[in-house]
């Protein structure tokens, strides 16, 4: 199951520097483990904003929700996600 999810982060402005650098380090580590595993095939900047539109290719509506609740940024997170499937007028059908 494909999925297009666009994530906006919003730390706050005062969260320790440490805090901050061990978090994002976190998140890092964390969705290289989810690319590795494939189930993460995509993901890109968002120019000018501390964002990324992904895409992530799941099993389930569950393990979709899974990596993205254990993201460490989410509770610093907006997401937004789209279900996706095949066009029709895709070449690759043909």
């Known amino acids: 199951m494909l999925f ?3 994530m906006e982060v919003h730390l706050p402005p ?3 520097p440490g805090f901050r650098a061990d978090l994002l380090a976190r998140e890092k580590a964390y969705s290289h483990e989810w690319q590795r595993a494939g189930k993460w095939p995509h993901i890109w900047r968002r120019s000018g ?3 990324n539109l992904s895409i992530l290719d799941v099993d389930s509506h569950e393990e979709l929700q899974d ?3 254990n993201l460490p940024l989410f509770p610093y997170m907006q997401i937004e996600v789209t279900p ?3 066009h029709p007028s895709d ?3 043909s």
Do not use: C, K, Y
């Open 91 to 93: 070449i690759a059908l």
């Open 49 to 51: 904003q501390f964002a």
């Open 84 to 86: 996706l499937s095949q």
């Open 67 to 69: 990596i993205l609740w």
């Open 14 to 16: 005062d969260l320790d």
């Open 4 to 6: 297009a999810v666009t």
